[in-house]
C-alpha cells in the first residue's frame, strides 16, 4: 500500500482533475493522499471494512460481480484526501472538490484492493468476528 501511494506521481490541482484521463485522475487521487498523510494502514482498512460489509450484506448488488465493492473503495478512499479549501477572510471561502464518480473511482479501488489482496483472505474472519461481536453484545442486553 505505502508503495502505491509513494508512485502516484505529482499532485493535481483540483481544478486540473476534470481535464485528465481516468487512470492520471486516480494517480492524482492517491498523490494528494500521500500529500496529506493518508497513512497506508487507513487505506487498508478501508479496503477490508467495504468488502466485509459486502460480504456481510444479505442483498447481493447486480451487475459484474465485484465492482460495486470496487467502487465503494474508491469512493471511501478518495473522501480521506479530497477537496481544496482556501479560507479569504472571515466571509470568504472556496471550496472545490473532485467528482466522485466514473471510471477514477473503478480503477482507485482496484488499485487499492490489490495492494490489499494479501490481508483479503481475512474478510471471512472479520465477518464472523461482527457477528460473533452482535451475539455477545444482545446477550449482554437480555440480561440487563
Known sequence: MAVLLQSAGPT???????F???PDKARAALARMRSRNVQPTKLMIIALAVSAAVLDDPVRPIGIPGEFRITQIGKRSLR???GYHAVYG???RYDRYPRSAGQMLR??????????????????????LKH???LVRLARQDAR
Open 12 to 18: 493535481q490541482r483540483i481544478a486540473d482533475l476534470q
Open 20 to 22: 485528465l484521463p481516468a
Open 80 to 82: 480521506t484526501a479530497s
Open 90 to 92: 472571515s466571509n470568504s
Open 107 to 128: 480503477l482507485l479501488g482496484k488499485w487499492i484492493d490489490e495492494a490489499a489482496d494479501p490481508a483479503m483472505r481475512y474478510v471471512g474472519q472479520i465477518v464472523e
Open 132 to 134: 460473533h461481536l452482535d
